[in-house]
């Protein structure tokens, strides 16, 4: 299945709010560490649900330790974009 | 019986007969797990320590490890041992942030150890510069990557038991990094008890299964050199996977039926708070007899909730093994008995601040803690407690007295590499010092605290733990996040007791309103007046480089006002052992993406 942006951040956004402090005000430039109260260990959580829902394996170099909502949402595009082309050329 | 009075090299030589147990490395990204058998792990290390030699090293040559790899860090580790080279684990990177402290470390640990070659994979080499240019006698720095498919031929070495096996650099909360030096001799005693006396091992019968980072004792001489002496087969899996799905910890455990695994205390923990009931359903712990648990504080609750948690899955609550060790006595200093789970001692808060005794109070009543039995030592090694202003070590104090423990016997570092004046200070007679204060009955060995930092007010004792404790269940307190200490400025009449908290709450009321409680809940346990509660932001506390918390660092950064002015942004956030092995993996890759641009 394909995604749009918007339904990519709205995933994200769902699964991060689900760990970020209950009054925080997330937007995609918020850091999860720093702005909504999510720890490291909560970031590992948060990945791994991300890849349960998207279907894929989120590198962890993907992620910076000052990761924003923003780059988690680029890096899952980056991948969703790398597994369209290699259907593409798996169709060709 | 097993002879294991061998140099680490002849148990490998040994293992090599062995076609059916070995290594078996699990990767996150990939289906399969190679397995090595033990002649497979002799046939492959000898390819890696013969490219060692083809690079000029020597005998008694050092050689820094950066390998997040667990497979490359295994062959090379052996690798080096089997020429008698010697390995200096290094933890990997940890993030853009703090490179510069990061690179300021691992210059230190190459320079100290002299080594001469640094080997590493092609991400980490490419940061590696400032080290480059900075230590004298390293000669290069070399990427893993050719040495894999290396096929030089091994030119035998003879090792001998005196020989050094390696370096430990262990980051102490008060000083720069020290190279435990730990020799074959060590590692054959320690592992001889820790292995037969503590863990009853059958060999190459039972079978273990280890997240643990190896460039820690714990992961490297319990999970990799312990299992090669006995042969048993062990499976490793990726500190970063167990942080990202713990239940893959217990999976694998379940799925392979292993018989042992270790953890620190926060393994348990977030075994307990992150796996699913439904997970729970699928997994069958029942052959997990020795369930350890060392390498940081042990909380009784902690292991007792996972132990309940996990009963549905046939996890007998009796394998829990809370065990008591450090670098300088190679790993292991006290097991308790297998199969009696977590056992306690309760006693008067207010008897072990004024007097520095451990009276058995009632469970429950007020002022009582509750302190873990880690056990007895082993057979030929001693422990005893004794006062810490007593250098000779000429009285040991009796049984529920607390002081500083110490411990003897072949398990014992000879000392810091380098570092006379350290290795002079570490020992009292011919006792190492532990620093840890703790008491001993029957036999038995309580932990109470660090000697160093314990807070004593008007006389008395308190051990910064307890207060932390306290602190920590306060809602809006980041739990484990906590750092209390006393302060004396030059003009008091007496030590001021600080706690300082991280919060990720970010509403002022609120924040003052935890402030408050904190006060509150810790005056009300202890007794003591706080005279200063501060809230910090989410990752400003220092931590050491495996997590640990920073006492003293801490207290001077109050003292010089620097606390109040860190930023997490500034200081990046190492929480917990755990947090930093996250960055350690996800920092290095990233600063690599930064640094090619």
Redesign the interface.
Known sequence: MSWTHDEVVKEVRYVVAEHA?P?ADITERSEL??D??????S???I??ELEDRFEM?I???E????ATLGDVVAAIETRLEAGDKLKETASV | MIDSMRTVVQALEDAAESVHTGFRFIE??KTSEPFFTYSDVERVTARYGGAMQAMGLKKGDRIALILPNNQDFVFAFLGALRAGIVPVPIYPPA???RLGGYLENTLHIVRKSGARVVLTDGTIRRLLGTVQSGATDLQRIQAIEPIRSSRERLEPEKISLDDTCFLQFTSGSTSAPKGVIISHRNIASNVRRFMEEGLEVEAGVDSGVSWLPLYHDMGLIGFVLGPLYYRNTLTYLPP?LF???PVRWLETISRLRATISFGPNFAYA?CEK?VRDADIERLDLSTWRAAGCGAEPIRASDLRAFADRFAPAGFDHRAMLPCYGMAEATLAISFPRLGEGVRTDTVGAEDLAAELKANAAQPGSGGAIEVVNCGKTFEDHEVAVFDPKDEASEHPLPDRVVGELRFRGPSVTSGYFDEPELTKQAFAGDWLRTGDMGYIIDGDIFICGRQKELIIVNGRNYYPQDLEWEASSIDGV?KGNVIAFGTRRPLDDRERVVVVFET????RDARAAVKNAVGKAVRQATGLSIDDVVDL???VLPKTSSGKLRRNETRRLYETGELFERT??RQ??A??I??EI??S???Y??D??FIKK
């Not at chain 1, 909504?36 to 260990?41: F, V, Y």
């Open positions: 402090e009054e560490v720093a909504l109260g999510i720890d490291s260990l970031v590992m959580e990945v791994a394996t590198d962890e170099s992620l910076p330790n000052g | 996150e990204a993030g853009l942030r970063m942080l990202k799905r977030l992150r980041r990720s709450l970010t509403d932001d989410a990752g997490s942004a990046g956030d929480i917990g755990a947090k996250v960055k993996q996800i920092g890759a990233r690599a993406l």
